[in-house]
């Protein structure tokens, strides 16, 4: 089953092309590209977090002065996905295009993440990672598909939040990372984290506790309800925004996945997919642009899609795009995305049962 996408114009069942050479290079990409775009603003970065700021506490504000619960179901989505928008504004943080100054970065990255129940430092390592390692098999790390062996070994509460809850599973994902990996996004021994960062490791953590030590203050003063009504109902319509976007833009029926020798970085940078969210683009920072990103992931947000424009040329069928709408692609790759096959590179996923 194909999607609206344009992808690799050749049977996507034949390994034997996603195994071959990229007929260009990082540095041709890089060359195609306006120097601009990878000069980050400190001020143009920071109107965005402000904007995203003043909207939060005008909605704040609207909800606490209609006091109405037909109101609230929409300021929910609304608030939701304003933190969604925020957090994007941290991921900027984590990757250094937020600005050239490391404290600025760790500062905003914290005031934007800490919020929302997000350790900054430590999913910013672990996001790290995920790009480093994009479309292997072996050592990405987040939204990675598994053999067909562990799939039908993995136990039922695993299968339920990686599989048929997956809207839900960013909280869980914090404490316990993906199936198959060890250790939590809080401690600083984990093995997600060198020795040399468990200082920063531990600063978000106890940051994030504070956090909850707070949100359990406005419960003790006003109670569980206004809990509810003001943090846990945006929260979680933020939750199900994260994992959607990034199950989108890593699971698909036509992305090809590596392993050993087979991957390298930028053949593994490719396995992503645009995705078009209409008017929410511009509102969630053209996360959308998704492929620029994962290639040049220190990239400001507002060049990636002059960047996109500039590489698509080069990249020819390599470029993946899907215009199609978005709960469309959701519900397909729901059904169809499964496991990989146990052997071999440039694999697909598959359904379960088998089709």
Not at 197 to 214: H, R
């Amino acid at each position: 089953m194909q999607s609206n996408t344009v992808l690799n114009q050749t049977d996507p069942t034949d390994s034997s092309t996603c195994t071959a050479e990229l007929p260009f290079t990082l540095q041709d990409l890089k060359a195609a590209i306006p120097a601009s775009c990878f000069e980050p603003s400190a001020w143009k970065s920071l109107t965005y977090f402000f904007l995203d700021i003043a909207i939060i506490g005008g909605l704040y504000a609207t909800a606490h002065f209609l006091d109405s619960w037909w109101f609230l179901p929409i300021f929910w989505v609304m608030q939701g996905t304003m933190f969604w928008a925020l957090f994007v504004v941290g991921h900027d943080c984590g990757h250094g295009s937020f600005s050239k100054l490391k404290w600025l970065n760790n500062l905003i990255g914290h005031l934007s993440h800490i919020p929302i129940l997000v350790p900054y430092h430590g999913w910013r390592i672990s996001h790290r990672t995920h790009h480093a390692n994009t479309g292997n098999l072996d050592t990405d790390e987040s939204w990675y598909p598994i053999g067909q062996a562990q799939y039908e070994q993995m136990p039922w509460y695993e299968k339920l939040f990686r599989f048929y809850l997956p809207l839900l599973a960013y909280p869980l994902y914090l404490f316990r990372r993906s199936p198959g990996k060890q250790g939590s996004h809080f401690l600083p021994n984990s093995p997600l984290f060198r020795p040399s960062e468990k200082q920063d490791v531990l600063t978000s953590s106890v940051l994030w506790g504070l956090m909850i030590v707070c949100l359990g203050w406005l419960t003790y003063e006003f109670g569980w309800l206004f809990l509810l009504k003001y943090y846990l109902a945006p929260y979680t319509v933020f939750v199900i925004w994260l994992d959607l976007v990034t199950f989108l833009h890593h699971t698909e029926p036509d992305i090809p996945w590596y392993r050993g020798k087979d991957w390298y970085f930028l053949k593994g940078a490719l396995s992503t997919i645009d995705r078009d969210y209409g008017w929410f683009n511009a509102i969630h920072h053209d996360i959308g642009t998704h492929v620029a990103h994962h290639i040049f992931l220190n990239m400001p947000h507002y060049h990636l899609r002059t960047a996109t424009a500039a590489i698509q040329p080069i990249l020819g069928d390599y470029y993946r795009k899907s215009d199609e709408p978005i709960w469309r692609s959701f519900v397909r790759s729901y059904w169809a995305c499964h496991f990989v096959p146990d052997q071999g590179s440039g694999v697909y996923y598959q359904p379960y049962p088998k089709q």
